[in-house]
């Protein structure tokens, strides 16, 4: 078995849409700049009411971990 050390980051995405759009938005965004990206984790969710009382955005907070080279 090979063996591997990984660099964690937190990462957080925003979306209009929902939970699984923010995800989506923070591994794309960091898989443009970071190689060997292997795994995230969810750390918090949250998100912000707009005037009009229902949810105006979701925010994502999550730890990403990448292989070094």
């Known amino acids: 078995m090979t063996e591997h050390v990984y660099k964690v980051v937190e990462l957080v995405g925003t ?6 759009d923010a995800i989506q938005t ?15 984790e969810v750390a918090q969710v949250r998100g912000a009411v707009g005037g009009d009382g229902k949810v105006d955005h979701y925010q994502v907070t999550l730890k990403a971990g990448f292989t070094l080279e």
């Open 15 to 20: 979306s209009k849409t929902g939970v699984d």
């Open 26 to 40: 923070a591994i794309t965004r960091a898989s443009a700049t970071l190689r060997n990206l292997r795994w995230f």
